[in-house]
């Protein structure tokens, strides 16, 4: 309602809706019931008229063989009047590649004229925002970010020319928040909202109607606005790079990259980075594990961008990598196409809400999707 309101043209109705979600299973425990991702739940409790529509057919939308499901989606998909799309970005470009490979079009609108909306979240869209230019040219191609989890309905995104997001503050949900500076204390100090401030870095707890008592979700958010209350997520609490004091956090290296995919013209498909710890002799470092969709002509050039940002975004970063005392210029490899695809399947997570880990504070991800890299 809030994008039919900013946009009373649209014919969004007019064509169907192109959901990109996970799958679910039947509990082992009980034959009635299922498990899996928020959106296989949703899709599978839509009333019937929900189902006119939305596209592909709930067989092929609810299926947990990721590599199999977008084959069918694609090709089920093709014939179809889409005017939406709703999905995490980086599986909804892989979708969208596949249905460009199958049809020989050139982009997105040659198959679908009616598309008008990208309705995605999960993850930062602003190292995927010039694959999508791609994708989707039209100058009428619209996005919309929406901050939904399983644990709640959070934000999103009211105001089509800002990228923060609307805190929903009457969908059942209690909102607390921790600052990030206290998030290791014992006891540390805990906000109401009225208590909160803008620009700081807030771990979000939450109290909800369906019994979450004080829990914390794992996302870190900042205000931009307290009048009326509107966020901007910043990352997770788990994952960060803080070995050697520097706190980077994963909006530090969204920006980062993003500003240097903008001045080298490269295009990322997907990163992780995490810390190369001090060795005898030897300063620490940032190692940077990056799949390009096109390359950068200058990888020094792309790594000094990316480095001077960081800098200029983090203070603390930009104390430890004074001199080189601390922390050395970050080191970048490049992957072979395909290597975070096959650490994902490794682990059993393709598709649905999966994703790569943006940072690490120690190797463990990183020293893993090295070893797939090697392989032929």
Same mark, same amino acid.
């Not at 901050?147 to 995104?157: C, D, I, K, R």
């Not at 870095?201 to 939450?206: D, G, H, S, W």
């Not at 390009?292 to 800098?311: A, G, M, Q, R, V």
């Given at each position: 309602?809030?994008?039919? %309101?900013?946009?009373?043209?649209?014919?969004? #109705?007019? =064509?169907?809706?192109?959901?990109? /979600?996970? %799958?679910?299973?039947?509990?082992?425990?009980? %034959? *009635?019931?299922?498990?899996?991702?928020?959106?296989?739940?949703?899709?599978?409790?839509?009333? #019937?008229?929900?189902?006119?529509?939305?596209?592909?057919?709930?067989?092929?939308?609810?299926?947990?063989?990721?590599?199999?499901?977008?084959?069918?989606?694609?090709?089920?998909?093709?014939?179809?009047?889409?005017?939406?799309?709703? /999905?995490?970005?980086?599986?909804?470009?892989?979708?969208?590649?596949?249905? $460009?490979?199958?049809?020989?079009? &050139?982009?997105?609108?040659?198959?679908?004229?009616?598309?008008?909306?990208?309705?995605?979240? =999960?993850?930062?869209? &602003?190292?995927?925002?010039?694959?999508?230019?791609? $994708?989707?040219?039209?100058?009428?191609?619209?996005?919309?970010?929406?901050?939904?989890?399983?644990?709640?309905? #959070?934000? $999103?995104? &009211?105001?089509? /020319?800002?990228?923060?997001?609307? $805190?929903?503050? &009457?969908?059942?949900?209690?909102?607390?928040?921790?600052?990030?500076?206290?998030?290791?204390?014992?006891?540390?100090?805990?906000?109401?909202?009225?208590?909160?401030?803008?620009?700081?870095?807030?771990?979000?707890?939450?109290?909800?109607?369906?019994?979450?008592?004080?829990?914390?979700? /794992?996302?870190?958010?900042?205000?931009?606005?307290?009048?009326?209350?509107?966020?901007?997520?910043?990352?997770?609490? @788990?994952?960060?790079?803080?070995?050697?004091?520097?706190?980077?956090?994963?909006?530090? *290296?969204?920006?980062?990259?993003?500003?240097?995919?903008?001045?080298?013209?490269?295009?990322?498909?997907?990163?992780?980075?995490?810390?190369?710890?001090?060795?005898? =002799?030897?300063?620490?470092?940032?190692?940077?594990?990056?799949?390009?969709?096109? +390359?950068?002509?200058?990888?020094?050039?792309?790594?000094?961008?990316?480095?001077?940002?960081?800098?200029?975004?983090?203070?603390?970063?930009?104390?430890? @990598?004074?001199?080189?005392?601390?922390?050395?210029?970050?080191?970048?490899?490049?992957?072979?196409?395909?290597?975070?695809?096959?650490?994902?399947?490794?682990?059993?997570?393709?598709?649905?809400?999966?994703?790569?880990? @943006?940072?690490?504070?120690? @190797?463990?991800?990183?020293?893993?999707?090295? +070893?797939?890299?090697?392989?032929?």
């Amino acid at each position: 309602m809030i994008y039919l %309101s900013n946009n009373p043209e649209s014919n969004l #109705f007019k =064509g169907k809706s192109l959901v990109i /979600g996970g %799958s679910h299973q039947i509990s082992n425990f009980n %034959s *009635a019931s299922y498990f899996g991702d928020l959106s296989a739940v949703l899709l599978q409790n839509m009333p #019937f008229w929900g189902h006119i529509f939305r596209t592909p057919e709930l067989s092929i939308a609810l299926m947990d063989k990721w590599e199999e499901k977008i084959e069918k989606m694609a090709n089920a998909t093709i014939k179809d009047n889409v005017s939406n799309i709703a /999905g995490v970005p980086s599986w909804t470009m892989v979708l969208m590649n596949r249905i $460009l490979e199958i049809t020989g079009a &050139d982009n997105i609108h040659e198959v679908w004229p009616k598309l008008e909306l990208f309705m995605h979240g =999960g993850v930062s869209f &602003d190292p995927y925002r010039k694959q999508f230019n791609r $994708l989707f040219p039209a100058a009428s191609m619209k996005y919309l970010e929406t901050y939904n989890a399983s644990e709640g309905f #959070f934000g $999103l995104q &009211d105001d089509p /020319g800002s990228n923060d997001m609307l $805190l929903m503050l &009457d969908y059942g949900i209690y909102y607390e928040f921790i600052p990030m500076n206290q998030w290791d204390s014992d006891d540390p100090e805990v906000l109401s909202l009225e208590e909160v401030n803008t620009n700081e870095n807030y771990a979000m707890v939450i109290s909800t109607s369906a019994g979450l008592w004080r829990y914390k979700i /794992g996302d870190t958010v900042k205000f931009t606005s307290t009048y009326p209350f509107k966020i901007q997520i910043t990352g997770r609490t @788990r994952h960060f790079i803080n070995a050697f004091g520097e706190e980077v956090i994963i909006e530090n *290296a969204d920006k980062a990259l993003q500003k240097a995919c903008q001045i080298t013209g490269a295009e990322v498909v997907e990163y992780t980075a995490a810390p190369v710890f001090m060795n005898e =002799g030897t300063s620490g470092r940032h190692q940077w594990l990056i799949e390009f969709d096109s +390359e950068p002509k200058s990888l020094e050039y792309f790594i000094e961008i990316l480095d001077n940002t960081l800098k200029a975004n983090n203070s603390d970063y930009e104390a430890k @990598r004074y001199k080189d005392m601390a922390l050395i210029k970050p080191d970048l490899v490049v992957l072979k196409k395909g290597t975070f695809y096959k650490w994902l399947k490794s682990k059993n997570k393709l598709g649905g809400q999966h994703k790569v880990p @943006r940072l690490s504070n120690n @190797r463990v991800i990183a020293e893993e999707i090295l +070893e797939l890299n090697q392989e032929g």
